[in-house]
């Protein structure tokens, strides 16, 4: 249990420090950084697929359900950044004249 208690202190600070940082931004900035974070998530898709790799295909590997879970969350994010990324450009775009 005790080697359990750093890593679990240092995700419930991960968390309190995220929390706090994003709320901080103002709402101007946040399309600018998902599109930002849009490289990270897909750097972590790639990162999970390689940890998701197994020599056997039993799932029951915890770095191929991870893996699987990561590549999941991450491809919401990059989807979810890129749909978000492109409402706000066509929101600068000049409106046709008919």
Same mark, same amino acid.
């Given at each position: 249990m005790e080697e359990l208690l750093i890593p679990i202190t240092i #995700? =419930?600070? =991960? *968390? #309190? *420090?995220?929390? +706090?940082? &994003? /709320?901080?931004v103002p709402s101007t900035l946040h399309t600018p950084l998902m599109s930002g974070s849009n490289a990270i998530s897909g750097i972590t898709i790639l990162g999970a697929l390689?940890? %998701? *790799? %197994? +020599? /056997?295909?039993?799932?029951?590997? &915890? !770095?191929? $359900? $991870? !893996?699987?879970f990561a590549v999941i969350f991450a491809t919401i994010n990059v989807v979810g950044g890129y749909v978000v990324t492109n409402r706000m450009l066509r929101m600068f775009k000049s409106p046709k004249k008919q």
């Open positions: #995700f =419930a600070l =991960a *968390i #309190f *420090i995220g929390f +706090e940082v &994003i /709320t901080k390689m940890c %998701s *790799i %197994s +020599e /056997t295909l039993d799932l029951e590997h &915890i !770095g191929v $359900l $991870l !893996g699987m």
